[in-house]
């Protein structure tokens, strides 16, 4: 089980002079499932970049094990940090294995040589994330799930402690989205990885989230254990939406179901 903290401390970031987070103050709790929820262009995603490096905040800083990120070497910060953005791009033509092979490039130095330990780091990821039989395949001739996967396993190659992943299921239907959330519930509980990830869904990031953090026009809405965030309270905040919070039968977290203008009833 992983100890690195992830802290966030009032943190403000945006682009330019638009201005998208606002004191933002954030624990990531270590070896747990974090799912990050809310409207679109609330700020989810400019967290994320916050919290892995690829953006300066303008206040406010992030910590990794009471060090701010923004002034670790990158190479050192990508040994325990990784991110798996949104609608990562691969080379042309690049096969399978040589992409989840690029995940070691954190640890190499300038005169150091692919080892076994990268041997056996690529090929526990391969066989953690099912891409085995897919290594000399051209990524862009995979199937969105099975891209997705690789993407993952390249992270998973890394070898960090913490992932961070924006919107990990998006363009992919629902078995894959089930697929890929196993996948990593399968990496959190075998190898105590802590994961953060934004989602759109939030009934698929209830039921696979130990903690929930709801972000609304950029400032941090609540967070807690799903039971005490997804409410009808908090979706009404969120979205500007009715709804009705049942259990879900599988798992036993809330369950939302949104009400439309076509199913108030009488």
């Given at each position: 089980?992983t100890?690195?903290?992830?802290?966030?401390?009032?943190?403000?970031?945006g682009y330019?002079?638009?201005?998208?987070?606002?004191?933002?103050?954030?624990?990531?709790?270590?070896?747990k499932?974090?799912?990050?929820?809310?409207?679109?262009a609330?700020?989810?995603?400019?967290?994320?970049?916050?919290?892995?490096?690829?953006?300066?905040p303008?206040?406010?800083?992030?910590?990794?094990?009471?060090?701010?990120?923004?002034?670790?070497?990158?190479?050192q910060?990508a040994?325990t940090?990784?991110?798996?953005?949104?609608?990562p791009?691969?080379?042309?033509g690049?096969t399978?294995a040589d992409?989840?092979?690029?995940?070691r490039?954190?640890?190499?130095g300038v005169?150091?040589?692919?080892s076994k330990?990268?041997?056996?780091?690529v090929?526990?990821?391969?066989?953690?994330?099912?891409?085995?039989?897919?290594?000399d395949?051209?990524?862009?001739?995979?199937?969105?799930?099975?891209?997705?996967?690789?993407?993952?396993?390249?992270?998973?190659?890394?070898?960090?402690?913490?992932?961070?992943?924006?919107?990990?299921?998006?363009?992919?239907d629902?078995?894959h989205?089930?697929e890929?959330?196993?996948?990593?519930?399968?990496?959190?509980?075998?190898?105590?990885?802590?994961i953060?990830m934004?989602?759109?869904?939030?009934?698929?990031?209830?039921?696979?989230?130990?903690?929930?953090?709801?972000?609304?026009?950029?400032r941090?809405?609540?967070?807690?254990?799903?039971?005490?965030v997804?409410?009808?309270?908090?979706?009404?905040?969120?979205?500007?939406?009715e709804?009705?919070?049942?259990a879900?039968?599988?798992?036993?977290r809330?369950?939302?179901?949104?009400?439309?203008?076509?199913?108030?009833?009488?």
């Amino acid at each position: 089980m992983t100890n690195h903290t992830l802290l966030v401390e009032d943190l403000v970031a945006g682009y330019g002079d638009r201005q998208v987070l606002e004191g933002i103050d954030l624990e990531l709790l270590p070896g747990k499932v974090t799912a990050i929820v809310g409207a679109n262009a609330s700020g989810k995603s400019t967290l994320l970049r916050a919290m892995s490096r690829l953006l300066t905040p303008s206040k406010g800083r992030v910590l990794l094990d009471g060090k701010a990120v923004h002034q670790t070497p990158t190479k050192q910060l990508a040994r325990t940090l990784g991110l798996l953005p949104q609608s990562p791009l691969a080379p042309e033509g690049i096969t399978v294995a040589d992409l989840i092979g690029r995940g070691r490039h954190p640890h190499h130095g300038v005169f150091s040589r692919w080892s076994k330990q990268d041997d056996e780091a690529v090929a526990a990821a391969m066989e953690a994330t099912r891409t085995v039989d897919l290594a000399d395949r051209p990524v862009d001739e995979l199937s969105g799930g099975q891209r997705q996967r690789v993407w993952i396993a390249m992270a998973l190659a890394q070898g960090t402690d913490i992932l961070l992943l924006d919107e990990p299921t998006t363009f992919l239907d629902i078995s894959h989205q089930v697929e890929v959330l196993d996948l990593l519930t399968d990496l959190n509980r075998a190898r105590g990885t802590t994961i953060v990830m934004v989602l759109h869904d939030l009934n698929l990031a209830a039921r696979y989230a130990d903690r929930l953090v709801a972000i609304s026009s950029g400032r941090l809405c609540v967070s807690g254990a799903p039971s005490e965030v997804l409410n009808e309270v908090t979706v009404k905040t969120l979205f500007g939406m009715e709804c009705r919070i049942i259990a879900d039968p599988l798992s036993g977290r809330p369950h939302m179901l949104p009400i439309g203008r076509h199913h108030r009833g009488e």
